[in-house]
Nanobody, 126 residues
Framework: QVQLVESGGGLVQAGGSLRLSCAASGRTFSNYHMGWFRQAPGKEREFVAAISRSGGRTKYADSVKGRFTISRENAKNTVSLQMNSLKGADTAVYSC???????????????????WGQGTQVTVSS
């Protein structure tokens, strides 16, 4: 079992920044890819960013590219999402997820992820 706990959400004005963190426990953190997803009210869950086991590869949704940065510290079992230049469209519940697949590249598909955190609310006011 893996437990994922997000933190760092909150209310911010448009143009501002937030940093989300996800703390993992239960299994060797460096064995799995990590991803961030978000879900706004009335909308489907969407991919935001993902990072490989070593941190050497990252992927981003086009909507956040250049504004968000995903990173991880395997020694601390944490993955972070630095969000800059926030917009109203970024308002959502953000969740981190772990992909335990032993093979394959970083994925953007929610169904490929095995464990999920409860999520943290990010609200951007315009």
């Amino acid at each position: 079992q893996v437990q994922l706990v997000e933190s760092g959400g909150g209310l911010v004005q448009a143009g501002g920044s937030l940093r989300l963190s996800c703390a993992a426990s239960g299994r060797t953190f460096s064995n799995y890819h990590m991803g961030w997803f978000r879900q706004a009210p009335g909308k489907e869950r969407e991919f935001v960013a993902a990072i490989s086991r070593s941190g050497g590869r990252t992927k981003y949704a086009d909507s956040v590219k250049g504004r968000f940065t995903i990173s991880r510290e395997n020694a601390k079992n944490t993955v972070s999402l630095q969000m800059n230049s926030l917009k109203g469209a970024d308002t959502a519940v953000y969740s981190c997820a772990a992909d335990f697949s032993p093979y394959g590249a970083v994925t953007t598909t929610p169904d490929d992820y095995d464990y999920w955190g409860q999520g943290t609310q990010v609200t951007v006011s315009s």
